[in-house]
């Protein structure tokens, strides 16, 4: 399949690479391209910020699967999807599009602790074929450029570093000194970017503040890093290189096929997407993590897919069969979360029902009895805090007993990323045992709650969705 893509690196973290692509998005998405929007590594801000710049090619303030855009913003993990998985998820991802831009992880060659170029941008870069585009922070340095720019472009021969954006330039001097140090390097130069903070997005403890809490704030900013980009970046010259990628063989990842090539599928499977259980997935500012695929996976299993909003919505949807609680900040919004007290109460009654309920992260927070002091939904015994220790990392874990998500023995990769503690940190069920780095029980498994810090990717295991959405049947068809 013949894909126009771009992967957007750079030499470190805090090099600009978020924000020159999605400037590049929006800048490309106004010309009227329909963009695909892709992200290097587990993170769930960053695709927030592209499906934004995306969607305004169709003049819309929405923010991808959190709000409605044109393309969701989707991961791209060799980790937690394994290697083989990465080229099919982004066919399936980009299909259609006029061209894809993937934001890479860190350092270009930075990739999973301990195992060599494992999820790494440019690990993923060679999965795709694609050709990489640097990122320089060039604000204190000039000729040295050059040499920085000739070590990435050789250190590995099967990645093409095939042009650079000088980023955070401080004056047309500093950009002639370094234009010139970088004429002989063989690597162009396709955009210089000025210094500013006017588009800066505002940041907390855990990264960047999500879309889907300033998002008036961010459409302006979106306008704005399109204009700087158009101004100071040569989008054709991007544009050709992007179509120079060789088209990428292999299968489309289809979620209709992972779920029938489970065990559940049978069960899962023999539900009609119209008459299937309701799974209210959260959502609203306080639950924005995601990954697009589960939304894919649930729907592929039978169900019907039904968001609602924690903070607002005094009630489940109508029908609702099971719940999925994914990532976000329900600590910045724990006094909301509890004066909601009918949802809370909605969520003790379902729990006590024995319908499946999968929590992750902010889910498990919420689950809580209580979270800062703040009186959360009490379906699991825990209390839970912000911390000062940040807790941040792959994880390698195994289901340790038969849960609504796994039965026991299942191997999954997941990922850990939170400044919060709960006590205790495991239930008399756990929900996972890791295994790596180190080994511990870690969160809860009762009835039909799975409840963890673990965050996993489905579409790496989409046995889970088939199993949570036969579990929705099974408790559906009890109460009937």
Known sequence: MNVPRLVIAAPSSGSGKTTVTAGLMAAFAERGLDVSPHKVGPDYIDPGYHALAVSRSAGSPGVGSAGGGSRPGRNLDAYLCSPDRIAPLFLHGSAGCDLALVEGVMGLFDGAAGQGELASTAHVAKLLRAPVVLVVDASSQSRSVAALV????????????????????????????LREALEGSGVPVFGVLRRTDAVRAPSRHLGLVPVAERRAEAVGSAAALAARVREGCDLDGLLALARSAPPLSGPVWDPVAEIRATAAAPVAGAVPAVGGPVVAVAGGPAFTFSYAEHGELLTAAGARVVPFDPLRD??????????????????????ELSANEPLRAEMVRLAASGAPIAAECAGLLYLARSLDGQPMCGVLEGEARMSDRLTLGYREAVAVSDTALAVAGTRVRGHEFHRTAIIPGAGPDPAWGIVHPERRIEGFAQGGVHASYLHVHWAAVPSVAARFVAGCVSCASRAG
């Open 150 to 177: 000739h070590g990435f472009a050789s250190w590995d021969p099967e990645v093409r570093v095939a042009g650079v954006i000088l980023n955070k330039v401080g004056s047309d001097r500093h950009e002639v000194m």
């Open 314 to 335: 005094e009630r489940l949807p109508e029908g609702t069969a099971g719940v999925v609680i994914g990532g976000g900040f329900p600590e910045v919004y724990a006094p």
